[in-house]
């Protein structure tokens, strides 16, 4: 194909992506009214949509209601969300997570499987193999009826080669992941780190309109995880490693974290972290409501029970987590004053308790002396739900932007 042959291809998968983006984002409306938020010509959005509809990926939906106007009637379009389904694959621990999924990302289906560190990639191939195998059956549902496969892995990811670089010990590192899975699957592939795949389903579930909005998303969990958003995409940095709030050094000369690194945030903060401290002084007079509520059994130690000690106010428990709030905040103020984020979103179990919540306001207040944060701060809309989201979004925001093209 010449050059001009190349820039006209370009111009149509731009065009195309234009369209898409308005509908995803607005829903169905009139070829008039897309035309006049993207500023093409009629005659581009006819020629564009005709195509589109014809390969099944627009459907039309209606007139148009309230036109109060004489002569031919304005048809309403959309996207049709049945075109294809998407599959998601969510790699951490303790679950491998695989979704089955719309380009709505209305969820069909999932199916978990348990894994443990050390587990190895082949292994690891294997159950995705296995589980797409299973909940396509489940479902009577054809290969070629999937769009592609979306994949998050927890650790260092580079998305460009598809490799996972260091998932922290559960497969080995530098792992061609997508290499190795279109192989077994003859379906296409796309991975990235499993934070900044849950970033990317919290903004394409918004439906947010916001072009040029910056966001800091925050997962707080077994670990303690970010993803920079910037004009409403996410930043991975020149290495893939942007966002890594986990592994910034807090505590210089600390425990050695599953990074490799000492001192980072993780050590101190996750909980894992927690947990692991708690195990050390755990006993009926140090940690009296924690034990009655494991019943003895040290091996109860968990977020949920944790949690549960600390809004009953076992005074070590307390301790031990208002010290690891205490460092996530310090870490977090740090990357405000880096990166000045419109909206801070907040992912994970530890912030749908209120109790805590309000404790890191009140670090921000009282010992960080910086209010302004308050307002910035945000439950994720999608709490407990972005690990079968976000994989899944990977696919489905590639293909809405290039067009209806993988």
Not at 12 to 28: A, F, T
Not at 149 to 170: A, H, M, Q, R, Y
Request: proline fraction near 2%.
């Amino acid at each position: 194909m010449d050059i001009k042959g190349r820039n006209m291809e370009s111009i149509k998968i731009i065009n195309r992506g234009e369209i898409l983006k308005i509908l995803y984002n607005n829903g169905q409306m009139s070829r008039k009214k897309i035309a006049e938020l993207i500023g093409l010509t009629s005659a581009a959005i006819t020629v564009n949509v005709k195509e589109m509809i014809e390969e099944g990926l627009i459907v039309e939906t209606g007139e148009v209601e309230d036109t109060k106007r004489a002569g031919r009637k304005e048809i309403n379009i959309d996207i049709n969300y049945k075109y294809k389904y998407v599959i998601g694959v969510c790699i951490e621990q303790p679950d491998i997570i695989i979704t089955l999924g719309r380009l709505n990302l209305d969820i069909v289906d999932v199916y978990r499987v348990p894994v443990q560190k050390g587990v190895g990639y082949r292994k690891v191939i294997e159950i995705i193999k296995d589980g797409i195998s299973i909940i396509l059956n489940r479902n009577s549902i054809e290969r070629k009826d999937i769009l592609g496969v979306g994949v998050g892995v927890i650790g260092e990811v580079d998305s460009t080669l598809g490799v996972s670089k260091n998932s922290f010990g559960i497969i080995e590192k530098n792992v061609p992941i997508k290499e190795e899975l279109e192989k077994r699957l003859n379906m296409k592939v796309y991975i990235d780190n499993n934070v900044r795949t849950l970033a990317l389903g919290e903004i394409l579930s918004s439906k947010d309109n916001s072009n040029n909005e910056s966001l800091l998303f925050i997962k707080y969990g077994f670990g303690v995880g970010s993803a920079i958003i910037i004009d409403n995409k996410i930043y991975s940095g020149n290495n893939n490693k942007a966002g890594e709030i986990g592994h910034t050094i807090v505590y210089p000369d600390g425990l050695e974290c599953r990074c490799g690194k000492q001192g980072c945030l993780e050590t101190i903060a996750s909980m894992w972290a927690v947990g692991d401290r708690l195990q050390k002084i755990y006993s009926k007079d140090n940690t009296p409501i924690l034990y009655e509520i494991t019943s003895g059994n040290i091996n109860d130690i968990n977020k949920d029970t944790v949690l549960m000690a600390y809004e009953l106010k076992d005074d070590l428990v307390v301790e031990i987590v208002d010290e690891a709030l205490y460092y996530f905040c310090l870490s977090l103020e740090n990357y405000i004053s880096l990166l000045d984020p419109s909206r801070i979103i907040l992912y994970g179990s530890m912030f749908e308790k209120d109790i805590i919540i309000e404790k890191i306001k009140n670090i921000f207040v009282e010992k960080i002396k910086d209010d302004a944060v308050i307002e910035k701060l945000q439950r994720s809309q999608n709490n407990g739900q972005l690990e079968k989201i976000g994989p899944i979004s990977i696919v489905v925001d590639r293909f809405i932007s290039n067009g209806g093209y993988l």
